[in-house]
């Protein structure tokens, strides 16, 4: 089992990721993290234990995150794209991210704050506007982690107080 | 593209052709007045270790690491062809860059020390290298300690690796940092030979920066491992050489050797390059065990700031259930097999905050089993989802419990080689002993920052002189023995298993002390009270092999079971009491019985008293020892 796993996750990192993009529109710009990449697994709603079982033995770490690599999906010299950040930080964190969306806080929810520009002293109201919005969000988040992140953005919009932070 | 940039490169170089070689013969001439290749920065930077007949050889593996082909193995002949190489823009190395930037650390250390001429010897720009490093965006360097995991082979002892501490970092975001890790690279197919071409050093090893919080992930959520992260006291100078060599070993590949050229092992070199004086890679000639590494570090005086402890999954479910009412866990059960009993009326009935405590420690309950091998995962993990759908209905936040870690920091334990002098009786004959044990841990030995209740010795040799006879024995050796206690409780169930390969002392027949080669494994399970202090009590079904000349047809293969206590008396006394009965169906025909009653006072972080009894068959064995640790 952890052997086709180990096998899955170096075959679609190192897959093309237009090949990911073509097939499935909603799969994630170029990182070959999308979910079409995942379609053939049987949990593809938990890409993160998979992804992690690979690291476990260094495989994927050094083949996405190897240092002066060069340009590999959504990695260039083993550090993710900047226009990636935050869908590999939603995708790969989406169990956890669930987790602490539904309770209101967490390491994982505030730094996805972060890496949305939410300013420190307005991370109390997207924590609380997360857990409001919880089925929504995670319904979004399984669809893919683009959706997910597009819909917290959708949601802070709307919000009287997150809009005008996020603004500034 | 690579060709563009390649033959663009080469214009300026051939345009300075003409006065190259004179700046250059002037370098080489004051290289060797100021000795730079025998110094210990140069040294580092490549990783040269002294031979044991004179002469160094690099530890690196990869060709593409030196720039003369004589690299590996003389020090000097690099440093002339690497201020050649800085001339020319012509790519080296796996990173495919020019030598200035692929070798950024040795370019700026020889710089330095030989005070380039700007106008003779252009500096280049390193577009790649100065991305990757602002990316950082580096104020500290954090030493991270992942506790060892039993069930993986690899990673028993522990890992260790380097976080880069961002700049605005908060304690919640800090696993938005990048690692520096190293790990072997295995081919996707490894399976059981796994350990022993880790050992062989058959993998290539690599650098590679992981993001933390995959590594959060991994030693966290899925192999319920705690994480102890050291900050370290270091200047911006010497993380920045840190940060630079690291970017020099995306040129570099090792053979991974799981004993001594490991994950900790590289690490320390790495740090020795912040500061050459720092001397850590060479506290460890033979082989390196994380957390004698760790203790290595601390060592340095100064250079570790605060600890943090982040624990696993598996502790946060612990220590939140330790705060929990006894019909608080009757909840906590049933929602774990029901998640809708969290709509009923008496559930509601409780403080909203004691509800959530129930329902926070129930999802982390089921994410340890969700994320687990097992065929329920996908059970447990839709269980996981309607709990937080209900938890997401109560509209405040958890509060973040202060978790107290269950086992000590890992550098307030013992020093992982052991030897032993001691004597006794065995039967009615004295004795003196010694013993070595090369690694790491058994159940007796001082429990504090070791995996409790977890034992895996490596190379463990007694010898033994009889007042009565003329020379010493070899009494026992084992190469491997490892036992992994697992209490159960009303949620968790999961297996204790042993297995030993090694050589003892019998008494069989006619033969008084006979060697008697042994392989014994069993699988069991074990359960925790708190009568006095902490009582594991444990039961294995087992069987086992001998191999000895006093054996009918020279061997017998026979199963039985075991049962067993482990009881802390006090903080320093431990108790492991444990009988077996095995009957050996093949070979020769027979049965044994053996008990043994031992107890462990510790005196120091490394020294400890024991007292043994055992008895087998018709062996009665009494041993005083005073063990240390080193």
Known sequence: MKKVLLFSVVALFGMQAGLAMAANPDAGPGCGLGKLAWGDYSHQKNIAPQVLMATTNGT??????????????????????????????????FENLSQEMAQGQGEHLASLAALMGVPAQHQGEFFAMAQEHYTTLVKAGEASPVAMVKALNATMAAHPVLAQAILK | MVLLLWLSGHAPVSAHAGSRPVYLDELHQQAKALGLAGRREWHVLLHYRSNLFGG????????????????????EAELFATLARFFSQDLVGRSKQPAQCAFVARYNWLKTQLAF??????????????????????????????????????SMFGHTFLRVDQKNQTPQTRILAYTINYAAELPPDAGIEYPFKGILGLYPGYFSTIPYYLKVQEYRDIENRDIWEYRLNLTPDQIRRV?????????????YYFFDENCSYHILALLDAADPSFRLAEDFPFYTIPADSMRAVLERQGLVGEVVYRPSRRTLVKRKREALSPEEEQWLRRLVEDPSEATREAFGALPQARRMLVLDTASDYLRVRGDGPSDMQKVWRERNRQILSARAEIHAPSTEMLV?????????????RRVSVGGGWRNDRAFEEVAFRMAYHDLLDPEPGYTPDAQIEVLNVGLRHYHDSSQARLERFNAINIVSLSPMDGLFRAPSWKA???????????CQLCSNGAFNAGLGGAIESRW?????????????????????ERHRIGGGASIGLLADLTDRWKLLASGTYLRYALGEHGDDIRWTVAQRVSVLQNCAVRLEYNHRDRDNDVVFSIQMFF
């Open chain 1, 60 to 93: 994927f770490g050094s083949q996405t995150f190897g240092i002066s690599s060069g340009t590999s999906g959504c990695t260039n010299d083993g550090k993710v794209m900047a226009e990636h950040k935050t869908t590999m930080f939603a995708e790969l964190n």
């Open chain 2, 56 to 75: 160094y050889t690099s530890e690196q593996d990869d060709p593409g690491f030196f720039l003369s082909p004589q690299g590996k193995t003389d020090p």
């Open chain 2, 117 to 154: 001429d700007e106008t003779k010897l252009p500096e280049q720009t390193c577009e790649r290298f100065q991305r990757w490093y602002a990316d950082f965006e580096a104020i500290g360097l954090s030493l991270i300690f992942p506790s060892g995991f039993m069930n993986n082979p690899s």
């Open chain 2, 243 to 255: 940060l630079m060599h690291t970017w020099e070993m995306g040129n570099a590949t090792f053979d």
């Open chain 2, 404 to 416: 107290a870690p269950v086992v000590d920091r890992p550098d307030v334990g013992h020093q992982t």
């Open chain 2, 500 to 510: 030993s390969i090694g050589m003892q002392t019998v008494r069989h027949g006619d």
């Open chain 2, 532 to 552: 006095l202090k902490r009582e594991v009590w444990f039961a294995f079904a087992e069987t086992e092999a001998n191999y000895s000349k006093a054996y009918e």
